[in-house]
């Protein structure tokens, strides 16, 4: 009769042992699957930081005077006064200019006697 209380002990220590057992290791295998998601999260706001800095840097230039005077220029066709604006034609144009040109190349005047005269 004791023999048999000792083994139900034993085989009782055991079972709460192993109980614990598996329990200890869902744990650490919790934490590990916690600490790869708060690594992930770090290298994700990392990203975002230097994204951000990208961001302001572009908004400290856009807001630069040279900026909007570069803008000004190339986007509205703006100029300063007594500057002169000279516009070449778009690649998709030429094909019709060669054409319109092509009827007047028996000018007198050559073409690079007209830009002369144009600056000058």
């Known amino acids: ?3 048999r ?11 709460i042992a192993g109980i614990i057992c598996i329990n ?6 919790e934490n590990l699957k916690q600490n ?19 961001l302001k840097n572009q908004l400290r230039e856009a807001t630069g005077a040279a900026f909007v005077e570069k803008e000004a220029r190339n986007k509205l ?4 006064p007594g500057e002169t604006v000279v516009l070449l034609p ?3 144009s030429k094909g019709i200019n060669a054409i ?17 005269n144009l600056f000058f």
């Not at 790869?36 to 930081?49: D, F, G, P, S, V």
């Not at 319109?100 to 002369?116: E, G, L, P, V």
């Open 1 to 3: 009769m004791a023999d």
């Open 5 to 15: 209380k000792k083994t139900i002990i034993y085989l009782g220590v055991i079972l």
């Open 24 to 29: 200890l290791v869902r744990s650490i295998a």
């Open 36 to 54: 790869n998601i708060i690594t992930r999260q770090y290298q994700a706001l990392e990203t975002e930081k230097k994204h951000n800095r990208e």
């Open 77 to 80: 066709g703006l100029v300063k």
């Open 90 to 92: 778009h690649e998709e």
């Open 100 to 116: 319109n040109t092509q009827d007047t190349t028996t000018d007198a005047i050559s073409r690079w006697r007209k830009w002369w």
